[in-house]
């Protein structure tokens, strides 16, 4: 009985961590914003360095069906990650708010290493049609979505943070996992998202 109780305050905790999740810098790209007083967690250690040109993704490919992140170097797969996703993981991101993880080709355009999840790669959502599709519903696309880790202080859960899709709409990856990422994936790199 005392495990089952330990494994439900678990998932709590992800998807309470989840609600805190804001990895944007603020409006002008240049810091963080400020962390919640009584967040647990810590500024993130050293980012690794860049790997070696030879080691380094040329394309990422995420499966939201399947949970997996693959990273891809001429057409062939170097590494292979299991992924959390949005809490309400189907269909495309339609705007700010849905909890929901685009679908379509974008870009990893910058890097946080001062994210409130441990490290943070962005993706370029929303695009010219993602904004256009918006405006002629009357509203935000939303943004902000990023691959990362753990959120800080929280990394113990290490792999349980599996169990639920717990993020905004961002793709969650172990702190482990996103050292390895982050050392070989350079801005610019494409990453298509499909169903």
Not at 76 to 101: C, F, M, N
């Amino acid at each position: 009985m005392r495990w089952k109780i330990l494994a439900g305050l678990s998932v709590l905790v992800v998807v309470g961590a989840g609600a805190w999740l804001w990895l944007a810098p603020t409006d002008s790209g240049t810091r963080p914003l400020p962390r919640p007083a009584f967040f647990p967690g810590k500024v993130p250690d050293t980012p690794p360095a860049m790997a070696p040109h030879t080691e380094q993704a040329d394309a990422i490919f995420v499966d939201k069906s399947e949970r997996r992140l693959e990273l891809r170097q001429s057409g062939g797969v170097i590494a292979s990650y299991r992924v959390a996703l949005g809490d309400a993981p189907e269909g495309h991101k339609q705007q700010e708010g849905d909890e929901r993880t685009p679908v379509g080709t974008y870009a990893i355009d910058w890097r946080n290493d001062q994210s409130i999840a441990y490290l943070s790669l962005h993706i370029s959502y929303p695009d010219a049609g993602d904004r256009a599709q918006a405006a002629a519903r009357g509203v935000s696309p939303g943004g902000n979505i990023m691959i990362h880790g753990i959120a800080n202080g929280w990394g113990w859960l290490g792999s349980r943070h599996l169990l639920n899709d717990w993020t905004d709409g961002c793709i969650a990856v172990t702190n482990e996992e996103m050292r390895e990422i982050w050392a070989r994936v350079p801005n610019g790199t494409p990453i298509t998202i499909v169903e």
